[in-house]
């Protein structure tokens, strides 16, 4: 056993600039390590810290209240937009219906057939968090995660129930007296209440809102609808009241994919440390201004930060960029009469040349980069052909499967009969006509549906097609004895002002043909 | 052992091995890691102690809650059992010539059929009914022993030719081996052949026809589906329609035996079997009942089904 304050002294001299554990916002130093599951005298496991970050106001503070604002807003509210689609259709705005596989947004429309558009979305989605990291860093770990959101929010509700910063520190280390237990049990039931709330917009997607809600509480929604809402309660209860800054930095994935995809152009926030070094108090910085930097090391950047990290250690894992910090470090630097942007939003490599003496870049120059170009055309490009094929597409399909076996039946006077399953797809909200002729066969070919009966057989049939559906019909197409056929289509006709068509394409099978 | 040292460019404590000069950092887990750890050895255990878990000889210990994969697959049978219950008590109640008259219940008829089919019947009539030499064709326009629903039923239930079924449907045409020289049959089988326009007419066939043959098939060969005797003047063969098989068939019949299925499926089952075969497209109407035309029908269990074979 090495000597333990040994390890201390060289610990905290050595672990300057780049102190792992400090890197994973854990804070923990070796000589913290405490004991139980000793490992040769360490700790291999360290005990859970809460951050109580401390309240701060300034411009990025506020667009991470509009952010949330919005981002809530648009979570709670839009199950509850009404959207009329006539009688044959629901009246939810946005909508997965998945008991019929249908995907309803405003006034789009999407069938099983054209996932591709919710497919195109999901990688437009994945495209557009390359594009946002590669243009403005983590961003989207910063102000619209939903993790950050909510653990945003559930701090809210500490700061409301149990004072700010240094109060809660207190409050933490305070036994358990009766007036503990009444906030502890006062701010648990508020998170218990806004996880619920989550768990319940949720659900609201997959059902119509106002019916699924009387349901849910009358006790007649499926058992799936409360099982989703127990989870979602259970899981934003635990991540967002307890485990907050832990998921960023141990269980998501993002934050270790943009380690790689960050570089010196990316926009990070950045400890100037060429100005701000050697920290040292205002009294010290008076006696001899030489010899110290812009930081007066108040840990005010700490202080505020919801993953409680310290940004003077350089770039981290746990440092989810949503800016708090500079608006800490920019009120302080206002108040000790020094220019902002100790602490900003800046590329490393604008950092470098600051440093060297050149003027200080405007950071909305890292967003000119190529790949950031490169990305942009890629999403788009995914966007306006979505765009276009939404455009596009027609609301009426028509597909044509012949029966293999058998292939062709001969029939009592000779003549011969194919049959055919026939699926007419009628993407409008209302039940429409359709014709059904064929196309290339010789003349005589009749053809006829179980619904119509061979008495009525004809070249051309209409079939009824309900709304929002498609219509599976069996037919049956005969040449009369001695004629041939061989390939040919059917023709669909909606017979509406529409006039929408499609033609499927088929074969008519025959003794002796291949 | 313990040479604990801090790393110089990390500044992190190592764990104090090494192994040929390689070292590990001692980066702490977060402890809550440690206790989802622990849960899930906690879940297995009540796993253990709950389902099936532990190999024996023969199976594995059965779980406090008595749960197996065999005993749910018989839970959701009996469970989908029970859900055709109202469909299948419907149509035991409906007469089988009723049965077009409500398009559900057909279409239901028309499935459960279908799947009935791929068990029983696959084996003789192929799995598209399409049949096959000496089995018959079930979607052809063609029947030997009529075509409505309800005579489809009988066949199904009492089956042809079954020696343990009074009711079966039974005939045997006589074998003319030696009865005709080799003059005749080919005159005979050149009639036959004449009757769907194959071969020319020819005097000494027809004579021999009117005299052997018509009183069973008809003066003109339309066959007569009450005794189950074939038409021959159609363009389907049973046996095969050239001259050579025709002949075989005048000196040496052969008979097609299908069980009576009354003793192996119940009568709903049947019925639902009748429904299908009728549906392959060559049914007939029952003739004095003269129904309208069947009201548009919802095909398509019936259609998918036919996918899936």
Same mark, same amino acid.
């Given at each position: 056993m090495a000597d333990q304050k040994d390890i201390e002294r060289t610990g905290t001299e050595a672990g300057k600039p780049r102190d792992w554990a400090g890197a994973l916002g854990s804070g923990a130093t070796p000589s913290a390590a405490g004991a139980g599951h000793g490992f040769m005298g360490s700790s291999l496991y360290e005990k859970g810290k809460t951050v109580h970050n401390k309240r701060i106001d300034g411009p990025?503070?506020?667009?991470?209240?509009?952010?949330?604002?919005? *981002?809530?807003a648009i979570y709670y509210i839009t199950p509850w937009i009404r959207w009329d689609r006539g009688p044959y259709a629901p009246d939810q705005a946005v909508l997965v219906d998945l008991a019929h596989r249908r995907?309803?947004?405003?006034?789009?429309?999407?069938?099983?057939?054209?996932? /591709?558009?919710?497919?195109?979305?999901?990688?437009?989605a994945g495209i557009g968090l390359f594009l946002v990291t590669s243009a403005v860093g983590r961003a989207w770990c910063g102000y619209a995660c939903p993790q950050t959101v909510w653990t945003d929010l559930f701090q809210h509700v500490d700061r409301?129930?149990?004072?700010?910063?240094? +109060?809660?520190?207190?409050?933490?280390?305070?036994?358990? *007296?009766?007036?503990?237990? +009444?906030?502890r049990t006062a701010k648990w039931a508020i998170y218990l209440t806004i996880a619920f709330w989550t768990g319940g917009a949720w659900i609201m997607y997959f059902a119509d809102a106002p019916t699924l809600t009387v349901n849910f509480w009358a006790g007649q929604a499926a058992p799936v609808a409360y099982a989703t809402v127990a989870i979602l309660t259970g899981t934003t209860f635990w991540l967002g009241g307890f485990m907050r800054?832990? @998921?960023?930095? /141990?269980?998501?994935?993002?934050?270790?994919?943009? *380690?790689?995809?960050?570089?010196?152009?990316?926009?990070? @926030?950045? /400890?100037?440390?060429?100005?701000?070094?050697?920290?040292?108090?205002?009294?010290?910085?008076?006696?001899?201004?030489?010899?110290?930097?812009?930081?007066?090391?108040?840990?005010?950047?700490?202080?505020?930060?919801p993953t409680g990290v310290d940004i003077r250690e350089g770039q981290q894992i746990g440092c989810i960029t949503c800016g708090l910090c500079i608006d800490a470090c920019d009120k302080v630097m206002k108040e000790v009469g020094r220019p902002r942007g100790l602490i900003d939003y800046a590329t490393l490599e604008q950092c470098e040349a600051e440093a060297a003496g050149a003027p200080a870049t405007p950071a909305w120059k890292a967003l000119l980069r190529p790949r950031v170009f490169v990305y942009f055309g890629v999403w788009g490009a995914i966007g306006a052909a979505l765009l276009f094929a939404l455009g596009t597409r027609t609301h009426t399909d028509l597909t044509v499967s012949p029966d293999r076996n058998p292939p062709f039946m001969l029939l009592k006077d000779g003549s011969v009969r194919n049959a055919y399953t026939l699926r007419l797809r009628n993407m409008e909200a209302r039940p429409r006509d359709m014709e059904v002729a064929l196309t290339g066969l010789p003349a005589g070919a009749v053809m006829w549906t179980e619904a119509v009966s061979l008495e009525n057989a004809a070249p051309t049939q209409v079939i009824k097609v309900p709304a929002n559906e498609t219509k599976v019909v069996r037919a049956y197409v005969m040449l009369p004895p001695g004629e041939r056929g061989d390939s040919f289509a059917f023709r669909l006709t909606s017979l509406d002002e529409q006039g929408e068509q499609d033609v499927a394409e088929t074969t008519f099978a025959m003794p002796g043909s291949k | 052992m313990a040479n604990k040292r801090i790393d110089q460019p990390t500044g992190t404590e190592t764990v104090g091995h090494e192994w040929d000069g390689i070292e590990e950092l001692n980066t702490p887990l977060p402890r809550w890691w440690l206790w989802t750890f622990y849960a899930t050895i906690a879940w297995a255990l009540v796993y253990v102690v709950l389902y099936p878990a532990w190999p024996l000889i023969d199976k594995a210990t059965d779980g406090t809650l008595g749960w197996s994969s065999r005993g749910q697959l018989a839970k959701e049978m009996s469970a989908a059992d029970a859900a055709r219950e109202g469909v299948v008590r419907q149509i035991a109640a409906t007469d089988i010539e009723q049965l077009a008259a409500s398009p559900e219940l057909?279409?239901?008829?028309?499935?459960?059929?279908?799947?009935?089919?791929?068990?029983?019947?696959?084996?003789?009539?192929?799995?598209?009914?399409?049949?096959s030499p000496g089995y018959p064709n079930l979607n052809d326009d063609d029947w030997i022993w009529g075509g409505t629903l309800s005579e489809i039923e009988y066949t199904i239930t009492h089956g042809i030719r079954w020696e343990g079924d009074d009711a079966t449907r039974a005939n045997y045409m006589p074998a003319f081996q030696g009865m005709f020289d080799a003059g005749q049959v080919n005159a005979l089988a050149?009639?036959?052949?004449? =009757?769907?326009?194959?071969?020319?007419?020819?005097?000494?066939?027809?004579?021999?026809?009117?005299?052997?043959?018509?009183?069973?098939?008809?003066?003109?060969?339309?066959?007569?589906?009450?005794?189950g005797a074939p038409a021959l003047n159609d363009a389907i063969w049973l046996f095969g329609g050239t001259e050579a098989?025709?002949?075989?068939?005048?000196?040496?019949?052969?008979?097609?035996?299908?069980?009576?299925?009354?003793?192996?499926?119940?009568?709903?089952?049947?019925?639902? =079997?009748?429904?299908?075969?009728?549906?392959?497209?060559?049914?007939?109407?029952?003739?004095p009942a003269a129904t309208e035309t069947p009201a548009p029908t919802d095909v398509a269990q019936a259609a998918k089904a036919e996918n899936d074979g």
């Open positions: 990025f503070r506020r667009f991470k209240w509009l952010v949330m604002v919005v *981002t809530l995907f309803y947004m405003f006034d789009i429309e999407i069938w099983p057939h054209e996932f /591709y558009f919710v497919a195109g979305m999901l990688i437009m409301l129930i149990d004072g700010d910063r240094n +109060a809660r520190m207190r409050l933490d280390k305070a036994p358990w *007296t009766a007036s503990k237990i +009444a906030r800054e832990q @998921v960023c930095i /141990y269980m998501c994935p993002w934050p270790r994919i943009q *380690t790689a995809m960050l570089d010196e152009k990316s926009l990070i @926030v950045t /400890y100037k440390d060429w100005r701000g070094e050697q920290r040292g108090s205002l009294k010290k910085a008076a006696k001899d201004p030489e010899a110290y930097g812009d930081c007066i090391d108040c840990l005010q950047c700490v202080a505020v930060c | 057909m279409g239901q008829a028309i499935a459960g059929g279908a799947a009935a089919f791929k068990v029983n019947c696959v084996q003789c009539h192929g799995a598209g009914a399409a049949g050149g009639h036959v052949l004449s =009757l769907s326009g194959k071969a020319k007419p020819n005097a000494a066939g027809a004579n021999l026809f009117a005299e052997n043959c018509a009183a069973c098939h008809g003066p003109a060969g339309g066959g007569m589906p009450e005794m098989e025709v002949k075989k068939q005048i000196l040496n019949p052969r008979h097609g035996v299908m069980p009576a299925w009354n003793e192996r499926l119940d009568p709903v089952t049947i019925k639902m =079997l009748a429904a299908y075969v009728h549906s392959r497209g060559g049914g007939q109407e029952a003739a």
